[in-house]
């Protein structure tokens, strides 16, 4: 799947409290992995990935872009249709479905795969998690989460997001999943800094 978008499907992220005082939401987990109000991507999965960037731009300009779901055409080429299923603030709960191209592959036709996300968890200003499937013609993803946080550094905003998916399909080819998996998130890191910067520079 050489150039899949990295579905982006719905993700939780979940509330950790300790002595009666929420606990850092947004951390990273032994092995590299982070993790948004105590939830993360499918440990399990065979299928993963995980990359960074820092975007200098505002936190405000950044988080703007990534949650207000409807726009995302206008600033990733590689999603062709976007609906809100339901309406108000993107929060835990809240599902989207939108479309994106998916290559042939060896064993996969070309085409559109249809992602139906949903919102598990959101921490504002900090990281969001969603999951969902990915299904078009001939190619099935069962679920893939999707994990997103945002840390303040000098000079900029650290994004870091990674994503696992899971399915009999996908699994039958792991290199060439993880592949596709891998460079549809550098795409989307490389948009979303695009999108952010040309708006700081406005």
């Known amino acids: 799947m050489p150039s899949m978008r990295p579905l982006a499907f719905a993700i939780p992220l979940a509330v950790a409290a300790t002595l009666g005082m929420a606990a850092p939401s947004a951390q990273a987990t032994p092995g590299g992995t982070s993790t948004c ?46 609906r809100r299923l339901d309406s108000g603030p993107l929060r835990r709960g809240s599902q989207f479905r939108w479309t994106t191209p998916a290559q042939a592959t060896p064993t996969t036709p070309e085409t559109t795969l249809t992602i139906t996300s949903t919102v598990r968890q959101l921490r504002h ?47 039958g080819d792991v290199p060439t999943a993880t592949e596709a998996l891998g460079r549809g998130l550098e795409q989307w890191l490389r948009d979303l800094k695009a999108a952010a910067e040309a708006r700081g520079r406005q």
Do not use: N
């Open 125 to 171: 200003g900090d990281c969001i998690l969603w999951k969902g499937p990915a299904i078009g013609d001939g190619l099935r993803i069962d679920e893939g989460v999707h994990l997103w946080t945002f840390t303040k550094v000098k000079g900029g905003v650290r994004v870091h997001t990674e994503e696992t998916w899971t399915g009999d399909q996908v699994e």
């Open 37 to 82: 109000r105590g939830q993360g991507v499918d440990p399990a999965a065979q299928i993963r990935y995980r990359t960074d960037t820092v975007i200098k731009a505002p936190l405000s300009t950044i988080w703007k872009l990534q949650t207000d779901v409807e726009r995302w055409p206008a600033w990733q080429a590689p999603v062709l249709t976007m």
